[in-house]
């Protein structure tokens, strides 16, 4: 099992950057698939990236490709979302996910999730 923590979020101004980061608990880290996902109120949860166990293959949701990069540190058991180019519509819980298999979108698919960590960007 794989326990996470999310850290990071806040408040900015539209344009301005933040950097989450997500730790995880356990040996076995590297095994593990990780993303992040967001949900804004009064919407559904949505993928934002994912990122394979070794960090070679990544996924962004088309609505922040080139402003958000997802990374991972295998040795330091964390993975990060940086997020540039902020804009109001990114407003949103962020949530670190883990899975024991290969990248997917679906957030069911995912079974281990931090407690999540607002971003709020304003206009």
């Known amino acids: 099992q794989v326990q996470l923590v999310e850290s990071g979020g806040g408040l900015v101004q539209a344009g301005g950057s933040l950097r989450l980061s997500c730790a995880a608990s356990?040996?076995?880290?590297?095994?593990?698939?990780m993303a992040w996902f967001r949900q804004a109120p009064g919407k559904e949860r949505e993928l934002v990236s994912t990122i394979s166990r070794g960090g070679y293959g990544t996924n962004y949701a088309d609505s922040v490709k080139g402003r958000f990069t997802i990374s991972r540190d295998n040795a330091k058991n964390t993975v990060y979302l940086q997020m540039n180019s902020l804009k109001p519509e990114d407003t949103a819980v962020y949530y670190c996910a883990a899975r024991d298999g290969l990248m997917v979108i679906a957030d069911k698919a995912y079974g281990y999730w931090g407690q999540g960590t607002q971003v709020t960007v304003s206009s």
């Open positions: 356990g040996r076995t880290f590297s095994t593990y698939t």
